[in-house]
């Protein structure tokens, strides 16, 4: 018998309920064969790749601009910003439409994938070259910090 041993997230009698474990929301994309996530609170919408404008003199990490709801939005290519390699597009890619204070901006991803919830206690606390690496449903998912979306 372990009498009043603590047992973690089990509650200690019947009637106790055991802590939320709080959990945090994102959007993920792949890359490369590599999934990435972003938090849920600067998503917008996805929506299929647009025809995209070129800029002059932006970087390559810049794809260009499209006409997004009658204003134009910048996108980026989460490819060659996180792989430096450009994107390979296909049918299945998007671009992923993100808002901050008013500011749209766009990540063109090569693939869209899920809204995920994951634990926070699973999240990596070190950032490595501006990500944390989590582990959720058999995959290693990087999440980049805010900047390296909306810059």
């Given at each position: 018998?372990?009498?009043?041993?603590?047992?973690?997230?089990?509650?200690?009698?019947?009637?106790?309920?055991?802590?939320?474990?709080?959990?945090?929301?994102y959007?993920?994309?792949?890359?490369?064969?590599?999934v990435y996530?972003?938090?849920?609170?600067?998503?917008?919408?996805?929506?299929?790749?647009?025809?995209?404008?070129?800029l002059?003199?932006?970087?390559?990490?810049?794809?260009?601009?499209?006409?997004?709801?009658?204003?134009?939005?910048?996108?980026t290519?989460?490819?060659?910003?996180?792989?430096?390699?450009?994107?390979?597009?296909?049918?299945?890619?998007c671009?992923?439409?993100?808002s901050?204070?008013?500011?749209?901006?766009?990540?063109?991803?090569?693939?869209?994938?899920?809204?995920?919830?994951?634990?926070?206690?699973?999240?990596?606390?070190?950032?490595?070259?501006g990500?944390?690496?989590?582990?959720?449903?058999?995959?290693?998912?990087?999440?980049?910090e805010?900047?390296i979306y909306?810059s």
């Amino acid at each position: 018998s372990r009498g009043g041993a603590e047992m973690g997230f089990f509650s200690k009698t019947k009637t106790e309920r055991a802590p939320e474990v709080q959990r945090i929301s994102y959007i993920t994309f792949k890359c490369g064969g590599q999934v990435y996530g972003i938090p849920l609170e600067l998503f917008q919408e996805i929506i299929a790749v647009p025809e995209i404008s070129k800029l002059p003199d932006t970087s390559g990490m810049t794809a260009g601009v499209i006409a997004y709801n009658g204003s134009a939005c910048v996108v980026t290519d989460m490819s060659m910003k996180l792989l430096g390699r450009p994107a390979c597009v296909t049918e299945r890619s998007c671009v992923l439409i993100l808002s901050e204070n008013g500011a749209k901006r766009g990540c063109l991803a090569e693939e869209p994938g899920e809204i995920i919830k994951i634990p926070a206690c699973g999240i990596g606390k070190e950032t490595t070259r501006g990500f944390r690496l989590c582990r959720f449903g058999g995959n290693n998912i990087l999440l980049p910090e805010k900047s390296i979306y909306l810059s």
